[in-house]
């Protein structure tokens, strides 16, 4: 007898930053990284931008953000935050 966590796929674990906060329970964040380019050698940086869940609204632009795979949740939405890893400075450098 196996365990039902086991027959369920790992899900995908992404990082990256919040670029854009302005709709409800959804940032926008990008993810960038470099490969190398197959003919020139040199290296290229790709950028990927997912729409993801945010429940509570509190992530903010700059926020660097751990999100999982889930679920389809709208049409765009298929990732959710999972946790905050790391803060924007506010501007004038208050907390």
Known sequence: MTNSSDNRKQRKVRTGVVISNKMDKTVVVEISRT??????KKFVRRRKRFMVHDEDNRCRVGDEVMIVETKPLSRHKNWRVRKILKEAALPGGVL
Do not use: D, E, S
């Open 35 to 40: 490969v190398l380019h197959p003919i020139y």
